[in-house]
Structure formats: structure tokens, C-alpha cells
């Protein structure tokens, strides 16, 4: 009877020990997996810190329409472009093709401009 | 826990050993004193197993406790990594929009330890193709020194700090800094300012936000529009290149929250190499300049006659003759030789009414009013570098006739955009600022004069850009109003007969106004396109025009329709004042 005890307590003393063992390596193994990832963040929010330094810099007005006299061939908007909704006339008739979906309008629309 | 061994060892004793002895000791009276240490052994025990197991128990209980019963969750052990960890060493610096103006960047420096390095020599040529201010000579016998640690490059560029870590050369490494870079450079070099090699703030908002900068990680957000400054900067540099001037400055004020919108001073300076510019370029024209504004200044002598009652809009005065005062004489740049009304007096600019009218309000009366302004003492803004404006000491009589249209008392221009910005308003002095409030909070403000005289003023700025001597800033829609003005410089203690300050104060659109529009070119000189003229009006004036224009669009302002616009001045102008026929009279 005394026997079977000891073997008892031995045998929950050596699961115990196994036990604590496993989750302490786990809990290192763990660790170090957090603190690499927070390496990673503080990396990419690095990272992220100098691409929005560089962005700003590319972001220079006079970059900006340096480039963009360069490709659009647009210049600066003046006061009288710019109109009000209201002051536009309505529209007096709607158009017959009203059941047709805006969208497959505007794909033939696209369509037609490839095309050319 | 220790009693119930007890009994068993007990029960041993009498029965293995001791079981005669301790019969005997019954009748053995001797036995009595090992008896009572006996007892007093066991009564010892019994305490001593009694704190044990209320220590267990203490134990136990705790971690049922905190096995079960513990609230929340446990503390991490390993904090979050926080934003700031790797650019605490200075916060940044944003304008309005968000956009970076100051930032600090790791970079790297590259250091050998000569002792591991084999051949100094190649390694100095192989350095030198990729550095080559890296003189091959020097380096390599920086790289045979004795000592273990040689600087060879401070803050290096990414791409080069990449080159050199691609050769793969031992004994070369990198040192982490930090640097200071200013994106936008020269554009925003006077209000953001510039830090040293340490990193401490030594001009403009880099100084002033020191410490906010060094201990608060969030950035700092300035009230400067990015985009309005780079219209106001490029419109400047035009009007100087064209009128070959030595200077120029631009603000614009938002006239309901006292933000600085934009704040140019030209010509800049590279904020990264703020040693190598003249100093004249580092100096703020805007802030810490000083100057004597000339016919500006009429705005407010105009304002301080009406707000006092001293004259009424219908009044006037006789003009054709000069004002002689001991050795002055007052005279008109365009002489009208008639008898002029208020608004005319202040549409053509006339000096000699505008003296009246300063003599009739009277100089304690100019004092107080352009005190309350704020044209007296420095402006209040969160720059170091803010100009102390020139007094006249004592303020005589004729100070005051000089002052009324803009001479003997200088200011910065920061302070006359404040100034008129109240004018404009409905009367209210709004404390300036470059940091950005918070939107739709309504700024306090200071009454400087009433809400009508406001109003007055307002019409008659507008008049002056449409038949006065401002027409230049018309811009189409915006019913832009203002005031010229042209201001011989003092050198030594004469006025120069060809040095001159040219500056247009503006505000947009006038029936509201949202926004205070100057430009100043210091000496500019005429050109055969404007008729040798280099006034205000026709120098300063149309670049309010085209940054009125331009950014317009850009802070939400839509331009008005033509009837529309004609509608809304019919309403803002008085009848016997509008149209051309009084222009023309």
C-alpha cells in the first residue's frame, strides 16, 4: 500500500517536473518569438517613417508641376471654369436609353475609343 | 500534518522498544521529569506544525487566488514596442495637411578598426569609388593607423551606405545616427527654422518648440498650408526676378482664426547647410523685419477717423494744396487738386487728406487706436525671431501726420497683417499663430473698433482694387479688396530717391472676408513693361492677384459669376459711391 503511494507521488512529482519543463522552454520560445516580431514592427515602422519623409520629399509643389507641365498639359484652373452646380441648366428631356445600365453604356463607350 | 505521525511513532515505541521502560515508568517517579519534556517536546511540535500549516495554507489560498480568482488579465511581460522608439530623439515638424517639413532620419556613419583591416590600401580605392570625397591617399593611411577606431564618412546616403555594405569588406562598420532633413527645404526655411549637428533647435520653430519637440513624440502641426506657401513663394521670386529686387516677403492670414497660413521670406536659405547661406537670406523679412509700409498704413488712419467720428463717410477735404509743416512739405504722388470725399481720399491714396484726417482724430487718439492693433508692439507669435517695431519718441504733431500715411513708424509685416485682418473681420484682433487650431472652434478675439467702421472699410478696399490705385489685383471673381502701397527706404536719415518698398495689403472675397493676402518686393526697380514705375501697384499688386487665383481654389473659396459678383458689390458698396461715374468724377 505504502509502495504504491511513493510510486504515486513519484510519478505525479515526475509529470509536474516534465510539465513545468515543457512550458518553460515554451514560454522562452514564445518570448523570443514576441520580441522578434516587435523587431519587426519597430523595422517597418522605420521603414515606414523614411518612406514618408521620401514621400514628402517627392511631394515637392515645384516637382510637382514641374511634372505635371511636363506630362498633362494642363494649366492652372482660373476663376471662370469653375461653375456651380446650380447655375447649370436643367436638362429638359431624359434620354430614351434610360433602361440601359449606365455601365455597359460606358464600356461601349471605352470600347469605341480602342477601337479608334 | 505532523500530529497524525504522531500516533503510528507512538504506537512504535511501546510496542518495539520501550514498552517495558515505559510500564516502568508508571511507578518510577524519576520518570515524571523525562515525562514532562516529553510533553513539552510534543506541545512544541503541536505550535510548530500548527504555523506550518497555516503558512501552507496562506500559500494555498493565494493560489487558488490567483489561479482563479484573478481579475483581468495578467500584466505582459514584454511591453509593446511604443511609435516613438526609434525616432525619439526629435519629434517632426507637419504643416496643416499633414505633410512633412521636419523629420528625423536614421543614418548611418561609417567607422573602420584598421587592426582588422589587411590591405589598406585597396580598400582605401574601393572605398574612394563609391565615396569620392574619400581622398585614396588619406584614407589609406587612416586604415594602417595603430589606433582601433578611424572615422571615414559621417551620415552617409542610403545608396551609398548600401554600396559600401555590398563590398563586404571586414573591418568597416557602421555607426546608427540620427539626422535632421527638411523635405521641403528652402520653401519652408524661415518658419520651420533649423536644428545643429546635435539636433538642437537654433531658428524658427525647431527653436521655439524645443523642448515640446524633444520630449513630446507626437509631431508638431503648424498652420502653414504647404501648397498656398508655394504659391506665394513662386509668385514672389517672379515679381523679384522681373522688378530685380534684392527681397520680397508674403503672409497670408486666415482673418477668422489668426492662423498664418503662409509665410514667405525670400530670397531662402538651405535649411541643411544654413552655414553656407549669406545672412541676409536666413533673415525672416516677414517676422523679424521692420519697415515703414507707406500708403497701407492709410487703412487703418482711414478706419481710426471713422471709428472715432471724427470725420463722417460724407465729409471730405480740400486737397490742392500741400500741407507745410516746419520744414515738411505733404504732397500727393498723383495730385487730384480738388476737394476729395473720404473714400475718394482713401481710393487715389492722397496723402494730404489722409493728414487731415489724422489731425482731426488727433495723436493720442492714433496712439490708442494703432496700440490697439498691435502696431506698437511686437507681434506675439511662437517665433524667436519677431522684429520690435520702431517708435517715434517723442510722438510729436507731425509724427502723426507722417504716420497717418505710413511713415515714421515701422513695423513687421506680420504685425500689419494682424492689423488689417481685424479691420477686415468685423473689428475683432485675433492673437496670430502658427501652430493649426482646431477647426470650427471659434478664436476669441479683441473689439478694436465697431463692426460698421468694418464694414466701411471693407467697401472702400474693394473700391480700390476696382477703380483705385490696386486694379492690378482684381482677380476675376474673388472681389478681391486692398491698399498700395510705396514707401521710400530710409538710408542713414534720408529717404533714398530710389530705394523703395512696394507692398499690397488684400483681403478676399470682401463681402466675407476669409483670408488677408501681402506681398511685399524690397527695391524694386521699374521695368519698360510697367513705365518705369515700381509702386505697389504695379509690382505687389498682381502677384495677390495670381496667388488669389491660385489658391483660391485650393482652400475652398469658389469664384463668384460676374452678375453675381456685381450683385453682391451692390449690396457691400454704397449707391453715391459705385460704379465708374464716381471713379471718374
Known sequence: ?116 | MMSPVRGPMNRHDQTARHMRPARLAATVQLEGAANQALETGRTRLLVASLLFAAAFLVIGLRLLGLGLLAPGQEPSLAEAPRASQHAAVRADIVDRNGTVLATTLPTASLYANPGQIRDPAAVADRLAAILPELSPSATAVKLASERSFVWLKRKLTPREQYRVNSLGIPGLYFQREQERVYPHGPLTAHVVGFANVDNQGLAGIEQAFEETLRENPDPVQLSIDLRVQHIMAEELAAAMAEFKAIGATGLVLDVRSGEVVAMVSLPSFNPEAPGAAPNDARFNRASLGIYEMGSVFKIFTTAMALDQGAVGLNDGFDVSRPIRVARFTINDFKPKKRWLSIPEIFIYSSNIGTVHMAMEAGTSAQQAFLGDLGLTRSAALELPEIGEPMLPSPWREINTMTISYGHGLAVSPLQLVGAVAAVVNGGELKPLTLLKRPESTAVPGRRVMSAETSRNMRWMMRLVVQHGTGRKANAEGYLVGGKTGTADKLLGRRYSDDARIASFIGAFPMDNPRYVVFAMVDEPKGTKKTYGYATGGWVAAPVVRRVVERMAPLVGIMPRPRDEAEGVEQLLIPANFEGPAFAAR
Do not use: C
Open chain 1, 1 to 116: 500500500m505504502k509502495k504504491v503511494a511513493a510510486l504515486t507521488w513519484l510519478t505525479a512529482i515526475a509529470i509536474a517536473a516534465l510539465g513545468l519543463f515543457h512550458v518553460k522552454y515554451e514560454v522562452q520560445r514564445l518570448e523570443k518569438d514576441l520580441s522578434q516580431e516587435h523587431q519587426l514592427i519597430l523595422d517597418h515602422r522605420e521603414a515606414i517613417h523614411v518612406l514618408k519623409a521620401e514621400w514628402s520629399f517627392l511631394n515637392q509643389p515645384t516637382r510637382i508641376s514641374e511634372l505635371a507641365a511636363r506630362h498633362l498639359g494642363l494649366a492652372p484652373m482660373i476663376g471662370e471654369q469653375v461653375v456651380q452646380l446650380e447655375v447649370l441648366p436643367e436638362r429638359k428631356e431624359r434620354p430614351n436609353d434610360q433602361d440601359e445600365a449606365p455601365a455597359a453604356h460606358l464600356e461601349a463607350t471605352l470600347a469605341s475609343a480602342k477601337g479608334e
